[in-house]
């Protein structure tokens, strides 16, 4: 499943195209929503928003489009009106004068009133966005120290969209790696020098991510990997993935665990608790 940098930059990438432009062509695969095709042709699109892994996709005449990628779903931007060739059930397709973006084998899409949006069941529970560079690492360590969150395991934590939204499996793996904190450890039970640590990986991590396309490694480190043999997806990662392979903090071997039935990748050395 993508994740908040994934969707950010999905979202930035149809901003470009879609934002200030009047949607000439609206068409949706879902019959249930087929009947707002109508509503939204000829408006313009004001902002294209994203809220964890969700997207919003705002008009000018008070509706959005929300979007949740969920495992499969794939946003695809192309100039003109000629649509790819592929095997997947196109969803969503909104078109201006010169581009097309289409949104691929997604289900979860919705459109309300933008005022309605706190109401959605989706984006009524989950917490705030870490790709809102208006977080500050501050907050995220108050929310580690919350009663609501402080006496779960980060393992299952960094997966919970309440407490961040936009984390997720790869996120949680390199986060928790490059705060040298042990994924078993509840927040409760670490210091305040810990948890100002972990806070700060949450934020430089993700954007990292962001910015980089993928690639969670400090500039240096992943400047020497590229001129290696390794192909791109065997040089992303401090951890995850990297099963058996050294980590590159203390040399020690990194692991692989199940939690909350999904792969998390962590150092035997510089992350034991």
Not at 52 to 81: C, P
Not at 83 to 97: G, I
Not at 197 to 213: E, F, H, K, P, V
Request: hydrophobic content about 35%; charged content about 25%; glycine content about 6%.
């Amino acid at each position: 499943m993508p994740e908040g940098p994934e969707i950010r930059r999905a979202a930035d990438q149809i901003a470009e195209v879609l934002v200030d432009e009047d949607i000439t062509q609206v068409r949706f695969g879902l019959p249930r929503l087929r009947r707002y095709a109508k509503l939204l042709r000829g408006h313009r699109v004001v902002d294209v928003e994203t809220r964890g892994k969700a997207m919003l996709t705002h008009f000018d005449h008070g509706y959005s489009m929300y979007s949740h990628n969920q495992l499969y779903g794939l946003w695809r931007v192309v100039d003109g009106h000629k649509l790819p060739k592929t095997t997947r059930s196109m969803r969503v397709l909104l078109q201006t004068a010169s581009h097309s973006a289409i949104l691929y084998s997604a289900s979860d899409i919705s459109v309300m009133p933008t005022g309605e949006l706190s109401q959605h069941p989706f984006l009524a529970k989950i917490g705030p966005d870490i790709m809102n560079t208006a977080l500050i690492w501050r907050e995220v360590m108050e929310r580690l120290q919350s009663p609501r969150f402080s006496r779960r395991e980060l393992a299952a934590l960094y997966l919970d969209q309440a407490f961040l939204a936009g984390n997720g499996n790869y996120l949680r793996s390199e986060i928790l790696h490059d705060a040298r904190i042990d994924p078993r450890c509840k927040p409760a039970q670490l210091t305040r020098g810990e948890l100002g640590r972990l806070a700060r990986s949450t934020l430089t991590i993700s954007r990292r991510s962001y910015d980089t396309g993928g690639i969670t490694l400090n500039p240096r480190l992943a400047k020497r990997l590229a001129r290696t043999s390794l192909k791109r997806e065997q040089r992303r990662f401090y951890a995850y993935g990297r099963t058996d392979q050294p980590c590159y903090h203390c040399g020690g071997i990194i692991r692989r665990s199940e939690a909350n039935s999904r792969g998390l990748y962590y150092c035997s050395v510089c992350q034991n608790a």
